[in-house]
């Protein structure tokens, strides 16, 4: 049973526009979450991070909000570039991050 | 900059062959990690360290084992490839960061088919 989920697959979005990515979790003692950018052929690397304590945290373009009480968080990505292309994967920590459990995954694509 | 390296970017192999895949950190972090990303799946934790010579099952350990004899070298080894192991591996470390947090950093992978 995925702890960790993102119901959606794949997304499109317009260069300039709002990118959403959605992350859903199940276990209400995680209290740290990640969002890391992968590229085909490379390993993922780190975005944006959020503590259970907020509910927001900004850097740049990138936006996480953290829902506790629906146990939802959300990436947004303003505004959308075509160098965003890639999978972002969404992750979960009950001990700050000493171990994740990961998301499978959303693949964005941003157009031209 | 964290620099986290792995032995191979692709390999193939046969079944029933014995794998080892090397992953170096040189950071100094106290842990290191072993996934592997299937379509679909995301990234699924092998094992872990948290130190030299110690390790931890993650979620999906069998038909794995690792090696951790020095604090910047962590290696899984197959001890019998199958063709169901055939996947990316990732490896990772981490340590403390700014507020008692940790932030994994990753490998380029190692894209294994098994034949």
């Known amino acids: 049973d995925q702890q960790v989920k993102q119901n959606s697959p794949s997304l499109s979005v317009q260069e300039g526009r709002i990118s959403i990515l959605n992350c859903d979790y199940t276990n209400s003692m995680f209290d740290y979450f990640l969002w890391y950018k992968k590229y085909p052929a490379e390993g993922p690397t780190f975005l944006i991070s959020i503590s259970s304590i907020k509910d927001k945290n900004e850097d740049g373009r990138f936006t996480v909000f953290l829902n506790k009480s629906a146990k939802h968080l959300s990436l947004h990505i303003v505004p959308s570039q075509p160098g965003d292309s890639a999978v972002y994967f969404c992750a979960a920590s009950e001990n700050y991050g000493q171990n994740f459990v990961f998301g499978p995954g959303t693949r964005l694509s941003v157009l031209p | 900059d964290v620099k986290v390296t792995q032995s191979s970017r692709y390999l193939v192999k046969r079944t029933g062959e014995k794998v080892f895949l090397e992953c170096v950190q040189d950071m100094d972090h106290e842990n290191m990690f072993w996934y592997r990303q299937d379509p679909g799946l995301g990234l699924r934790l092998i094992y872990f360290s948290y130190d030299v010579k110690m390790k931890e099952k993650g979620d999906i350990p069998e038909g794995y084992s690792v090696s951790r004899e020095k604090k910047e070298r962590f290696s899984l080894i197959l001890e019998s490839a199958s063709t169901n192991q055939t996947s990316m591996y990732l490896c990772?470390?981490?340590?403390?960061?700014?507020?008692?947090?940790?932030?994994?950093?990753f490998g380029p992978g190692t894209r294994l088919t098994v034949l």
């Open positions: 990772a470390s981490s340590s403390r960061i700014a507020g008692g947090i940790y932030t994994q950093y």
